[in-house]
């Protein structure tokens, strides 16, 4: 990629111009270009900003789906008495053709890795395989521990095989729902398999005033602390989507732990859930990664957006800055899914995971400052390459790996079935 304006991710606020090289899906310069170096392509990124590429790392990828549909409800407990019943007729193949839709749309915004919590993660990642970019994909659990050890028992073998995978683009998390889904067994259980395997535990935590209500009705502990108590998260990585409410004694305690909090600010809006004082986090040290969360409480998987939002509602108390947001996006979400020695940066050496975004843009002229055009102006279309590994996966917004046309059509046929089984 030659003569770019970088944004390495190394330090803050620090872009400069110049040449990245490329080879076996590795960065092998940055900045100066190395005069051995034989290019097989050149790309010229002479009006061009190029970065590391996007982190999705909360989002429920198939619930595409289920986008514009029953929206508009009071609560989040209102809209999931909507779609649980709807999730419960979705078969492999309406998954398949789901993971592959969002796919296109998760690499048109820039994103190259996500963290999934689903169900029929194989189908998801012959998605992930297919479409070439990376995934956290969880073993998602619901209920008790009998109906957890028969969903082990029978997904288990699969996502083992997924992980070793020898793409080396698949990851894997062990995913309890939430406190209000699952019991103290299975999260139990959860913690077992994610330490035997070396997985994430992945779960929803205090998204709402009535969650922590409740768990503290029922358990005299907040979910952070109930959840410890059982030794959920003994000897884990742990990441947290939502945490909108955390008191003081827990984000001391957050701050302390191998853990990262994942802000969805599209959908805690949208389902009436509240702000997460994301600004107050990050000064009391907290980790922070940005998720979309799912497309049916969102209603899409554009990360740009999430940045746009994230860096507006950390105005309202505090001085989140636009570089910060940039950071959550990319390096911190890398480190919230174990994979920032591999991605999340612009340095030699790590695997090139690299998004393009055109700046001969109306909206993005004059440039000034680099951040602040990312978080304020910019737009997902404004995304004209992304690589992952060093593979091209979208080039001047062509998808390579893609066709949308057919994809759009297959996924209004399968949700129209979808909706013939209610």
């Given at each position: 990629?030659?003569?770019t304006?970088?944004?390495?991710?190394?330090e803050?606020?620090?872009?400069?111009?110049g040449?990245?090289?490329?080879?076996d899906?590795?960065?092998?310069f940055?900045?100066?270009?190395d005069?051995?170096?034989?290019?097989?392509?050149?790309?010229?990124?002479?009006?061009?900003?190029?970065?590391p590429?996007?982190?999705?790392?909360?989002?429920?990828l198939?619930?595409i789906?289920?986008?514009n549909?029953?929206?508009?409800?009071?609560?989040?407990q209102?809209w999931?008495s909507?779609?649980?019943?709807?999730?419960?007729?979705?078969t492999?193949?309406?998954?398949?053709?789901?993971?592959?839709?969002?796919?296109a749309?998760?690499i048109?915004?820039?994103v190259?890795t996500f963290c999934d919590?689903y169900f029929?993660?194989?189908?998801?990642a012959?998605?992930?395989l297919e479409?070439?970019?990376?995934?956290?994909l969880g073993?998602?659990l619901?209920?008790?521990?009998?109906?957890?050890?028969?969903?082990?028992?029978e997904?288990?073998?699969?996502?083992?095989?997924?992980?070793?995978?020898?793409?080396g683009?698949?990851?894997?998390?062990?995913?309890?729902?939430?406190?209000?889904?699952?019991t103290?067994?299975?999260?139990?259980?959860?913690?077992?398999?994610a330490?035997?395997?070396?997985?994430?535990?992945h779960?929803h935590?205090?998204?709402?005033?009535?969650?922590?209500?409740?768990?503290?009705?029922a358990?005299d502990?907040?979910p952070l602390?109930?959840?410890?108590?059982?030794?959920?998260?003994?000897?884990?990585?742990?990441?947290?989507?939502?945490?909108?409410?955390?008191?003081?004694?827990?984000?001391?305690?957050?701050?302390?732990m191998n853990?990262s909090?994942v802000?969805?600010?599209?959908?805690?809006?949208k389902?009436n859930?509240?702000i997460?004082?994301?600004?107050t986090?990050?000064?009391?040290?907290?980790?922070l990664?940005?998720g979309?969360?799912g497309?049916?409480?969102?209603?899409?998987?554009?990360?740009?957006?999430e940045?746009?939002?994230a860096?507006?509602?950390?105005r309202?108390?505090g001085?989140?800055?636009?570089?910060?947001?940039?950071?959550?996006?990319?390096?911190d979400?890398?480190?919230?899914?174990?994979?920032?020695?591999?991605?999340g940066?612009?340095e030699?050496g790590?695997?090139?995971?690299?998004?393009?975004?055109?700046?001969?843009?109306?909206?993005l002229?004059?440039?000034n400052?680099?951040?602040?055009s990312?978080?304020y102006?910019?737009?997902?279309?404004d995304v004209s390459?992304v690589?992952?590994k060093?593979?091209?996966l979208?080039h001047d917004?062509?998808?390579t790996?893609?066709?949308?046309?057919?994809?759009?059509?297959?996924?209004?046929?399968?949700?129209?079935?979808?909706l013939?089984?209610r």
């Amino acid at each position: 990629i030659q003569n770019t304006l970088i944004l390495p991710m190394t330090e803050p606020e620090l872009s400069f111009r110049g040449d990245i090289g490329i080879a076996d899906g590795r960065i092998q310069f940055v900045g100066k270009a190395d005069p051995s170096f034989v290019a097989q392509r050149v790309i010229d990124g002479s009006h061009h900003l190029t970065m590391p590429a996007l982190v999705n790392a909360h989002t429920h990828l198939s619930m595409i789906l289920m986008r514009n549909y029953k929206d508009n409800l009071p609560s989040l407990q209102a809209w999931l008495s909507e779609i649980f019943p709807i999730e419960d007729t979705l078969t492999e193949a309406d998954i398949l053709t789901a993971s592959r839709l969002a796919i296109a749309e998760t690499i048109q915004s820039g994103v190259t890795t996500f963290c999934d919590m689903y169900f029929h993660s194989e189908a998801t990642a012959q998605a992930v395989l297919e479409g070439g970019i990376r995934a956290n994909l969880g073993l998602t659990l619901f209920g008790d521990e009998a109906s957890s050890r028969a969903r082990i028992a029978e997904r288990e073998g699969a996502m083992l095989a997924l992980r070793d995978d020898p793409s080396g683009r698949i990851t894997l998390s062990a995913a309890p729902h939430a406190v209000y889904t699952c019991t103290k067994e299975t999260y139990q259980l959860a913690n077992r398999w994610a330490r035997e395997h070396d997985a994430l535990l992945h779960t929803h935590l205090s998204e709402t005033r009535k969650e922590v209500d409740d768990c503290i009705a029922a358990n005299d502990l907040t979910p952070l602390f109930y959840l410890e108590s059982i030794g959920a998260l003994e000897g884990v990585r742990s990441l947290f989507a939502h945490g909108v409410f955390l008191n003081d004694e827990e984000i001391t305690h957050l701050a302390q732990m191998n853990a990262s909090i994942v802000h969805n600010p599209s959908s805690n809006l949208k389902l009436n859930c509240g702000i997460a004082p994301t600004s107050t986090y990050l000064k009391r040290g907290l980790h922070l990664a940005l998720g979309t969360d799912g497309a049916s409480s969102n209603n899409n998987l554009n990360m740009v957006e999430e940045m746009h939002l994230a860096a507006l509602l950390g105005r309202l108390e505090g001085n989140l800055s636009a570089w910060e947001v940039v950071k959550m996006a990319t390096l911190d979400g890398a480190r919230a899914l174990g994979l920032d020695q591999k991605i999340g940066s612009i340095e030699v050496g790590k695997e090139a995971d690299l998004i393009m975004v055109d700046l001969a843009k109306s909206h993005l002229t004059p440039l000034n400052d680099p951040f602040s055009s990312l978080v304020y102006s910019a737009q997902a279309s404004d995304v004209s390459t992304v690589l992952c590994k060093g593979e091209i996966l979208m080039h001047d917004r062509t998808l390579t790996h893609i066709d949308v046309e057919t994809l759009i059509e297959e996924s209004n046929r399968t949700w129209s079935d979808v909706l013939k089984r209610r």
